[in-house]
């Protein structure tokens, strides 16, 4: 299975949103085998639920918090996440980490909210350039998935980001993104994950440099950010994911 997600990090307005998922939907086929996701912002989630869930499209919050309910101002609840339609969301993403204090402990919890919600969690990790620099990356991802040994096996969708690769232009190169997932792989197996976890690879993703990602045998697609905003290069990242 090959899985192509767009996060639309903290863009677009509802009239955009409309418009990006007109024109989408005018170029997407939905085909079995590969599963297209879009990650909008919270202010957006029913409206793209609404466009494109019933055409075969999962839709993710960007972030959920582990409590149901309380007093958490400007959090977003599992469960409201469902309630606007969405069927999975995304947790740990670099820019969490780092701009909002996402720590691993705070990320296995979500993780346990999420399946008791029904919903996906899509797993992001990734080294910085400097723990790359100081040959830390399998050790930084191997730490990252060591929260899957306090939540156990489930449902799950993980993808490598390196952070120095997002929004930077710099694609990770072929070697690189091939010993990372299968470092993951391995890592995933001995906390007992099902061996057909997909492992998404993220950064810098457009459709000129898909395709050699996606020889990589480990590669099972991409959560894709700068170029997903635009809808006809979104709809041709899937459909080379076919
Ligand atoms: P870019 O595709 O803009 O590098 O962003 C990747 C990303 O962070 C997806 O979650």
């Given at each position: 299975?090959?899985?192509?997600?767009a996060n639309w990090k903290m863009n677009l307005t509802s009239d955009e949103a409309r418009i990006f998922c007109e024109e989408f939907?005018?170029?997407?086929?939905?085909?079995?085998?590969?599963?297209?996701?879009?990650?909008?912002?919270?202010?957006?989630?029913?409206?793209?639920?609404?466009?494109?869930?019933?055409?075969?499209?999962?839709?993710?919050?960007?972030?959920?918090?582990?409590?149901?309910?309380?007093?958490?101002?400007?959090?977003?609840?599992?469960?409201?996440?469902?309630?606007?339609?969405?069927?999975?969301?995304?947790?740990?993403?670099?820019?969490?980490?780092?701009?909002?204090?996402?720590?691993?402990?705070?990320?296995?919890?979500?993780?346990?909210?999420?399946?008791?919600?029904?919903?996906?969690?899509?797993?992001?990790?990734?080294?910085?350039?400097?723990?790359?620099?100081?040959?830390?990356?399998?050790?930084?991802?191997?730490?990252?998935?060591?929260?899957?040994?306090?939540?156990?096996?489930?449902?799950?969708?993980?993808?490598?980001?390196?952070?120095?690769?997002?929004?930077?232009?710099?694609?990770?190169?072929?070697?690189?993104?091939?010993?990372?997932?299968?470092?993951?792989?391995?890592?995933?197996?001995?906390?007992?994950?099902?061996?057909?976890?997909?492992?998404?690879?993220?950064?810098?993703?457009?459709?000129?440099?898909?395709?050699?990602?996606?020889?990589?045998?480990?590669?099972?697609?991409?959560?894709?950010?700068?170029?997903?905003?635009?809808?006809?290069?979104?709809?041709?990242?899937?459909?080379?994911?076919?």
């Open positions: 299975m090959h899985c192509v997600v939907l005018g170029r997407f086929v939905p085909e079995a085998g590969i599963e297209a996701g879009i990650a909008p912002p919270f202010t957006l989630l029913r409206q793209v639920s609404d466009l494109v869930g019933t055409k075969g499209v999962r839709v993710f919050g960007q972030n959920g918090h582990a409590e149901a309910k309380g007093a958490f101002t400007g959090e977003v609840s599992m469960p409201q996440l469902k309630d606007a339609g969405c069927s999975g969301v995304l947790l740990g993403h670099s820019e969490r980490r780092q701009f909002f204090g996402e720590t691993d402990a705070a990320l296995a919890k979500k993780i346990m909210a999420a399946w008791q919600w029904d919903l996906l969690p899509l797993l992001c990790i990734g080294e910085s350039l400097e723990q790359r620099d100081a040959g830390q990356t399998l050790a930084v991802l191997g730490q990252q998935l060591s929260i899957l040994a306090e939540t156990g096996p489930g449902p799950l969708w993980v993808a490598y980001e390196p952070v120095w690769a997002i929004g930077t232009g710099r694609r990770a190169e072929a070697p690189q993104v091939r010993e990372a997932h299968a470092f993951i792989r391995a890592e995933m197996l001995r906390h007992g994950a099902d061996t057909d976890v997909p492992i998404l690879y993220g950064g810098s993703v457009t459709p000129e440099s898909f395709p050699e990602l996606l020889a990589i045998p480990e590669v099972a697609g991409g959560l894709v950010g700068g170029a997903s905003l635009d809808p006809l290069k979104f709809a041709e990242l899937i459909k080379q994911a076919g």
